[in-house]
């Protein structure tokens, strides 16, 4: 039988283990997001700088709540080994898999929308279409009315002029 003490300290590299799997099952649903939604440098950066804060967060949390904030190298050493695991076995096939699903049914409920909304865009282009007619007939009334204002403007300059 195992002393208590290596007990605990094995539970505690297993707990470290799967945080760095965590850590890395976290940043694959953001690289999932990445491949959704295009980003430009300084998002990337800014999200990862977030990112790897929240898991330093933790990693400290975790630290200090199991063995009150002292840094155990080998609970360092499981945390990476288990980062390095996931990410050199399942974490490929993972993020794609999940985005290509992904991917699939965005293009499917994109392809939805367009043909719910197909209605509402052609009534939106006959609007359209009445609004420039509108604007067009409003735009010679205007015209004309500028016209007739410049033809009454001048009488009156004319009448004044005589007087």
């Known amino acids: ?34 491949k959704l939604v295009a980003h430009s440098v300084f998002a990337l950066a800014l999200e990862d ?3 790897w804060l929240m898991c330093g967060i933790c990693i400290f949390l975790m630290l200090y709540k199991e063995n009150n904030g002292s840094i155990r190298w080998f609970a360092v050493a499981g945390v990476v080994c288990g980062m390095l695991l996931y990410n050199g076995t399942i974490s ?25 909304l197909w209605p ?13 007619n509108a604007e067009n ?4 009334v205007m015209g004309f ?4 204002l410049k033809k009454v403007l001048k009488t009156v300059k004319i009448v004044i002029s005589r007087h």
Request: zero cysteines; hydrophobic letters at 50%; charged letters at 25%.
């Open 145 to 148: 009315h500028k016209k007739q």
């Open 137 to 140: 007939k409003g735009k010679k």
């Open 49 to 51: 700088l977030i990112y």
């Open 120 to 132: 509402l865009k052609k009534v939106l282009g006959v609007v359209k279409k009445l609004e420039k």
């Open 1 to 34: 039988m195992m002393n208590e003490d290596i007990m605990a300290e094995l539970y505690f590299l297993l707990h470290s283990f799967g945080m760095g799997v965590l850590i890395m099952i976290l940043y694959d649903v953001l690289r999932i997001f990445r």
């Open 92 to 116: 490929t096939y993972v993020t794609e898999g999940i985005s290509r699903v992904l991917k699939f049914i965005l293009q499917i409920f994109g392809k939805v929308f367009k043909v719910l």
